[in-house]
């Protein structure tokens, strides 16, 4: 199947608008396939050079009522020939494939805004659902917007004509004809959509063959018809020179932690239990056995660990995966990771809570919980990537230190993260570091708890090792020889030298850098997914010629060494968080700095206007 | 980056063996271990007149005559009194958290399936806090080793009922008598399938050390209830039907492909009515020795294993051997196999490929 000339030709004669950033968002039911059109719209974007940052949202239920506001889901995607670093605040364009998708998403679209609704589906019955009274196609409540009424449910029927599928599955097709919609209307190439439904659905060619039409006929629909008045190019972005692929969070966090175990060359060993959003990384490890990872799919989150931290004692590298709830019921198990000092690299991708929360939202209200959250003093690393791409650095980062002091390291993202996808600069193999693990085999002089002088690692002593057997365990180790012990003075020095082990990490992780001038009036500092709004908001402030700058804390214990002399340099430090003021609290703690908390627990992520209007009460 | 021959070799390798490697594998001479080579210089520091003692004396017993290396034995626990044990086995060992063993064990064998991997637990450590992995290691057939010390009882924590302890028992959380039925470990574990179940006791070392070596010789989830008295808070818990005069009366020896007879001429046996078991005596009624029950360990139904574990004293005489004894392909064998299968068929991985894998595209 290929694309017509004559829509060159049409387009030709309409106008053309050159625009730098576009924000969509796709609307509908949670069966209606929105996160394809929207996964498949930043596939192709990306693919023509723009830079792209996306944010899914969909519900919790897998499918709610059709046409219930609950069961609307979303994919909303910034494309620009600029460097970008959020999905947008306010979307430019909504594509409402029924009532409820506009109900719940009108309210984010920008004045002035374009807004195509699928005609077909503002029936009398699906509009009490969305609880309209009267039909916002008939009314005048949307007279701010350049609305768009097209019958998307019918002309994808029409343009099935024939085809042996169902009415059912042809009805489905209608994703597509909206994508082809928007792909006119913004000036895509079909290409990279032909090639990925042909290789997905390989096995059915009918419902290839489907799609295809339905995409096609979309396209053509906005060609012929002159539905559009006008169409939008957005330019290829000067982004770093390099080979680049789109990547979610999950899968760069899975083949982070592939990669990272392949460099230390011992196999992987991932033990989980089913949670939102932390899934997709088992799904992705489950994959990728042929490098060797065993997934372990446990009876629960307690379980999943425990395997984890007996794989590590074995010699493999160990890593556990969840969410906030699940931390909770690990937190023991932790505690017994740290006392016996094996490397662990616990994942928690955070979302909504407290107890079950919003499990599909994001937020970022765990860093207590992983920093606090256990009995007594139990000290672990936490480092956090602060973008989807840069979960893959991390996750090396996270086994990095873990091997090497021996001791559990959090890896600390969210749903946002995890969901979000970006333009991933993939990295050369010479730019990955060096990381072999070595397991003590040497008889002569082995004691548990010798440690290394420098990072005061005890040796990773495996079964198997003749003459190395020893006992470890969750009662407290008298130093060097690792033997029960519940002496005073040495329960002191043990709990001193676990928590001084995690200290020491700071001679290993790199500087805190700042983005704008080293010193000035505001710092905005932060952790984590909130990176794209405080960068941009940073970015267009300096633009203004405000004194702001940005700093992001991608390793949380400890801090980097410079931390407290980058906030000292500023008159003003203001820690934005998705939470009521978690690492505030840990700053103001640490480094008795007057820093200023930020926050908001919505489920989403920071607009950049939010974080602008802060930052102006400081000037 | 280059093929890492030597990580892909490595995996492999471990490939190819399946089993714990027997003594001189690791390329050296095999040397003849006593039972002195399996002890530490802890102190034991169980109550003196516990029946551990008696369990750790057989384990390290048996632990020579196995053939494994004790470099590539590792003991497992969780806690309790039992839980002590690795503590006192000069072999790799693992003191966890309350119930949780069974979870570390699993990721210690599937790091390395050579290794021989026991684990030690008691009545509340392994069917009331830990009781969820319990069943899914048994399930699984995951090559484990599992001992579980029933006393009945909690020692460690001074008193308290266990879910093994008898309904109306007075204790220190139960002044009036528990109201908690207990719980039959045995019916856990066929309600799991494990592969192999067996009873014995500590007071009974002949039986206990041979029972310990069938466990150790059985590939897949085993499983050995072992009762044992806590002689300080429910002393002779067992004692009506164990003890050497009552024995042979009140215990019935299960012996694979003979008939299910006891008592000292062994003239009573088991007789199999419907599904319900009833003790007859042959030569009495017509019943002759073709009536009794043979037993079958290796019958893949675990049902009449599940009628005999449920025989309890004082209706029955309390069985003690081996229950079922049967053959699965294990969990590590699959988990491996996969590994195998999936490095042949899209080639041992490569992190060049695999972080450049989808739609990719060059910025100039």
């Given at each position: 199947?290929?694309?017509?000339?004559?829509?060159?030709?049409?387009?030709?004669?309409?106008?053309?608008?050159?625009?730098?950033?576009?924000?969509?968002r796709?609307a509908?039911?949670s069966?209606?396939?929105m996160q394809?059109?929207g996964?498949?719209?930043?596939?192709?974007?990306?693919?023509?050079?723009?830079?792209?940052?996306t944010l899914p949202d969909f519900p919790a239920e897998i499918?709610a009522?059709?046409?219930?506001l609950p069961g609307v889901s979303g994919y909303q995607?910034?494309?620009?020939?600029?460097?970008?670093?959020t999905p947008?605040d306010?979307?430019?364009?909504?594509?409402?494939?029924?009532?409820?998708?506009?109900?719940v998403n009108?309210k984010d679209?920008?004045?002035?805004?374009?807004?195509?609704?699928?005609?077909?589906?503002?029936?009398?019955?699906?509009?009490?659902?969305?609880?309209?009274?009267?039909?916002?196609?008939?009314?005048?409540?949307?007279?701010?917007?350049?609305?768009?009424?097209?019958?998307?449910?019918?002309?994808?029927?029409?343009?099935?004509?024939?085809?042996?599928?169902?009415?059912?599955?042809?009805?489905?097709?209608?994703?597509?004809?909206?994508?082809?919609?928007?792909?006119?209307?913004?000036?895509?190439?079909?290409?990279?959509?032909?090639?990925?439904?042909?290789?997905?659905?390989?096995?059915?060619?009918?419902?290839?063959?489907?799609?295809?039409?339905?995409?096609?006929?979309?396209?053509?629909?906005?060609?012929?018809?002159?539905?559009?008045?006008?169409?939008?190019?957005?330019?290829?972005?000067?982004?770093?020179?390099?080979?680049?692929?789109?990547?979610t969070g999950n899968?760069?966090?899975?083949?982070?932690?592939?990669?990272?175990?392949?460099?230390?060359?011992?196999?992987?060993?991932?033990?989980?239990?089913?949670i939102t959003p932390a899934s997709d990384?088992?799904?992705?490890?489950?994959?990728?056995?042929?490098?060797?990872?065993?997934?372990?799919?446990?009876?629960?989150?307690?379980?999943?660990?425990?395997?984890?931290?007996?794989?590590?004692?074995?010699?493999?590298?160990?890593?556990?995966?969840t969410s906030g709830p699940g931390i909770?019921?690990?937190?023991?198990?932790?505690?017994?990771?740290?006392?016996?000092?094996?490397?662990?690299?616990?994942?928690d991708v955070q979302r909504g809570g407290p107890s079950t929360g919003l499990p599909t939202k994001t937020e970022q209200a765990d860093l207590?919980q992983?920093?606090?959250?256990?009995?007594?003093?139990?000290?672990?690393?936490?480092?956090?990537?602060?973008?989807p791409?840069?979960?893959?650095?991390?996750?090396?980062?996270?086994?990095?230190?873990?091997?090497?002091?021996?001791?559990?390291?959090?890896?600390l993202s969210d749903g946002y993260l995890g969901n979000g996808s970006?333009?991933?600069?993939?990295?050369?193999?010479?730019?990955?570091?060096?990381?072999?693990?070595?397991?003590?085999?040497?008889?002569?002089?082995?004691?548990?708890?010798?440690?290394?002088?420098?990072?005061?690692?005890?040796?990773?002593?495996?079964?198997?090792?003749?003459?190395?057997?020893?006992?470890?365990?969750?009662?407290?180790?008298?130093?060097?020889?690792?033997?029960?012990?519940?002496?005073?003075?040495?329960?002191?020095?043990?709990?001193?030298?676990?928590?001084?082990?995690?200290?020491?990490?700071?001679?290993?992780?790199?500087?805190?850098?700042?983005?704008?001038?080293?010193?000035?009036?505001?710092?905005?500092?932060?952790?984590g997914s909130t990176?794209g709004s405080?960068?941009?908001?940073?970015?267009?402030?300096?633009?203004?010629?405000?004194?702001?700058?940005?700093?992001?804390?991608?390793?949380?214990?400890?801090?980097?060494?410079?931390?407290?002399?980058?906030?000292?340099?500023?008159?003003?430090?203001?820690?934005p968080e998705l939470n009521l003021?978690q690492?505030?609290?840990?700053?103001?703690?640490?480094?008795?700095?007057?820093?200023?908390?930020?926050t908001m627990v919505k489920g989403k992520p920071f607009k950049?206007?939010e974080?602008?209007?802060?930052?102006?009460?400081?000037? | 980056?280059?093929?890492?021959?030597?990580?892909?070799?490595?995996?492999?390798?471990?490939?190819?063996?399946?089993?714990?490697?027997?003594?001189?594998?690791?390329?050296?001479?095999?040397?003849?271990?006593?039972?002195?080579?399996?002890?530490?210089?802890?102190?034991?520091?169980?109550?003196?007149?516990?029946?551990?003692?008696?369990?750790?004396?057989?384990?390290?017993?048996?632990?020579?005559?196995?053939?494994?290396?004790?470099?590539?034995?590792?003991?497992?626990?969780?806690?309790?009194?039992?839980?002590?044990?690795?503590?006192?086995?000069?072999?790799?060992?693992?003191?966890?958290?309350?119930?949780?063993?069974?979870?570390?064990?699993?990721?210690?064998?599937?790091?390395?399936?050579?290794?021989?991997?026991?684990?030690?637990?008691?009545?509340?450590?392994?069917?009331?806090?830990?009781?969820?992995?319990?069943?899914?290691?048994?399930?699984?057939?995951?090559?484990?080793?599992?001992?579980?010390?029933?006393?009945?009882?909690?020692?460690?924590?001074?008193?308290?009922?266990?879910?093994?302890?008898?309904?109306?028992?007075?204790?220190?959380?139960?002044?009036?008598?528990?109201?908690?039925?207990?719980?039959?470990?045995?019916?856990?574990?066929?309600?799991?399938?494990?592969?192999?179940?067996?009873?014995?006791?500590?007071?009974?070392?002949?039986?206990?050390?041979?029972?310990?070596?069938?466990?150790?010789?059985?590939?897949?989830?085993?499983?050995?209830?072992?009762?044992?008295?806590?002689?300080?808070?429910?002393?002779?818990?067992?004692?009506?039907?164990?003890?050497?005069?009552?024995?042979?009366?009140?215990?019935?020896?299960?012996?694979?492909?003979?008939?299910?007879?006891?008592?000292?001429?062994?003239?009573?046996?088991?007789?199999?009515?419907?599904?319900?078991?009833?003790?007859?005596?042959?030569?009495?009624?017509?019943?002759?020795?073709?009536?009794?029950?043979?037993?079958?360990?290796?019958?893949?139904?675990?049902?009449?294993?599940?009628?005999?574990?449920?025989?309890?004293?004082?209706?029955?005489?309390?069985?003690?051997?081996?229950?079922?004894?049967?053959?699965?392909?294990?969990?590590?064998?699959?988990?491996?196999?996969?590994?195998?299968?999936?490095?042949?068929?899209?080639?041992?991985?490569?992190?060049?490929?695999?972080?450049?894998?989808?739609?990719?595209?060059?910025?100039?």
């Open positions: 199947m290929s694309v017509t000339t004559k829509e060159d030709q049409t387009k030709q004669q309409l106008p053309v608008e050159e625009l730098d950033t576009v924000t969509i796709f509908g039911d069966g209606d396939g394809i059109t996964t498949q719209f930043t596939s192709t974007s990306a693919i023509i050079g723009n830079d792209i940052s499918r009522p059709a046409g219930s995607l910034n494309f620009s020939s600029r460097d970008i670093h947008g306010e979307p430019n364009v909504l594509v409402a494939m029924n009532p409820a998708a506009l109900k009108l679209l920008e004045a002035g805004g374009i807004l195509v609704l699928n005609t077909d589906e503002f029936t009398e019955s699906n509009l009490k659902k969305a609880g309209y009274a009267t039909n916002p196609l008939d009314d005048d409540s949307l007279s701010g917007y350049r609305v768009f009424k097209l019958p998307i449910t019918s002309n994808t029927l029409k343009a099935l004509e024939g085809s042996s599928l169902p009415f059912k599955q042809q009805e489905r097709c209608k994703n597509f004809y909206a994508l082809g919609l928007m792909y006119w209307l913004y000036d895509r190439p079909l290409e990279p959509t032909v090639k990925w439904v042909e290789g997905k659905f390989s096995a059915k060619p009918e419902v290839a063959e489907a799609n295809l039409m339905a995409l096609h006929a979309g396209y053509n629909y906005a060609d012929t018809t002159e539905v559009f008045t006008n169409y939008y190019k957005v330019g290829k972005a000067k982004i770093r020179p390099g080979k680049y692929r789109n990547i899968e760069a966090t899975a083949i982070g932690f592939i990669t990272a175990a392949n460099l230390t060359g011992r196999p992987l060993f991932y033990g989980s239990y089913p990384i088992l799904h992705e490890l489950s994959k990728h056995k042929n490098f060797g990872v065993k997934t372990f799919q446990a009876e629960d989150e307690i379980a999943a660990i425990g395997a984890a931290i007996g794989a590590a004692f074995a010699g493999d590298i160990g890593l556990t995966g909770a019921l690990k937190s023991e198990a932790i505690g017994l990771a740290v006392m016996t000092e094996l490397p662990l690299v616990i994942i207590l992983v920093m606090f959250g256990r009995n007594s003093e139990c000290p672990a690393g936490v480092v956090a990537p602060a973008t791409a840069d979960c893959f650095r991390m996750a090396i980062e996270a086994v990095r230190l873990a091997t090497k002091y021996m001791t559990p390291v959090f890896f970006e333009p991933w600069a993939i990295p050369s193999m010479e730019d990955l570091p060096e990381m072999k693990v070595s397991f003590r085999t040497e008889v002569e002089g082995f004691f548990p708890y010798l440690r290394d002088e420098q990072t005061l690692a005890r040796p990773w002593a495996i079964p198997g090792t003749p003459g190395l057997e020893h006992r470890i365990g969750g009662i407290e180790k008298q130093h060097i020889t690792g033997n029960v012990s519940y002496d005073p003075d040495n329960h002191d020095l043990m709990v001193r030298l676990r928590a001084e082990k995690v200290e020491r990490m700071k001679q290993d992780i790199p500087d805190l850098e700042v983005f704008g001038k080293p010193e000035g009036r505001v710092l905005l500092l932060g952790w990176y405080i960068t941009t908001a940073a970015e267009q402030l300096q633009n203004r010629g405000v004194s702001v700058s940005s700093a992001h804390l991608r390793y949380l214990n400890p801090f980097p060494k410079n931390t407290e002399a980058v906030l000292r340099s500023f008159d003003h430090v203001i820690i003021g690492l505030a609290m840990l700053i103001r703690a640490k480094y008795l700095i007057d820093a200023a908390s930020f950049v206007s974080l602008i209007r802060k930052v102006e009460e400081y000037l | 980056m280059m093929r890492d021959e030597s990580f892909i070799a490595g995996i492999k390798e471990d490939m190819s063996t399946n089993g714990e490697k027997t003594n001189g594998a690791n390329g050296q001479t095999p040397v003849k271990l006593t039972r002195k080579d399996f002890q530490t210089d802890q102190e034991v520091r169980w109550c003196p007149g516990c029946g551990d003692y008696s369990i750790l004396a057989q384990v390290q017993k048996v632990m020579p005559e196995l053939g494994v290396p004790k470099e590539n034995i590792v003991f497992i626990s969780g806690i309790g009194c039992s839980s002590r044990f690795p503590y006192y086995m000069n072999t790799y060992g693992f003191h966890t958290i309350h119930g949780r063993a069974p979870a570390f064990a699993t990721g210690v064998k599937l790091a390395n399936p050579d290794l021989q991997v026991w684990v030690i637990t008691g009545d509340g450590d392994a069917l009331s806090i830990g009781g969820n992995h319990f069943i899914h290691a048994l399930r699984r057939n995951i090559d484990l080793k599992i001992i579980l010390f029933n006393n009945r009882i909690y020692g460690l924590t001074k008193g308290q009922y266990s879910p093994t302890s008898e309904l109306g028992k007075k204790n220190k959380s139960a002044p009036m008598g528990t109201i908690d039925y207990p719980i039959n470990p045995l019916s856990m574990a066929f309600a799991a399938e494990a592969t192999f179940v067996g009873r014995s006791m500590d007071i009974d070392p002949k039986h206990l050390s041979m029972m310990v070596e069938r466990l150790a010789a059985h590939k897949g989830s085993g499983f050995l209830e072992v009762y044992q008295n806590c002689n300080i808070f429910n002393d002779g818990a067992f004692k009506s039907f164990n003890e050497r005069e009552v024995r042979d009366e009140k215990m019935i020896y299960l012996e694979h492909g003979k008939p299910l007879l006891f008592g000292k001429e062994r003239d009573k046996g088991i007789y199999i009515n419907k599904v319900k078991p009833e003790i007859v005596t042959v030569g009495e009624n017509g019943i002759t020795i073709d009536d009794i029950l043979v037993h079958d360990e290796n019958t893949l139904e675990p049902n009449l294993s599940y009628i005999l574990g449920r025989m309890q004293y004082p209706e029955y005489p309390v069985p003690m051997g081996v229950f079922r004894a049967v053959q699965k392909p294990t969990y590590e064998q699959m988990l491996h196999g996969q590994v195998s299968k999936a490095i042949s068929t899209s080639g041992a991985g490569d992190i060049s490929k695999l972080i450049n894998a989808g739609e990719t595209w060059e910025i100039n």
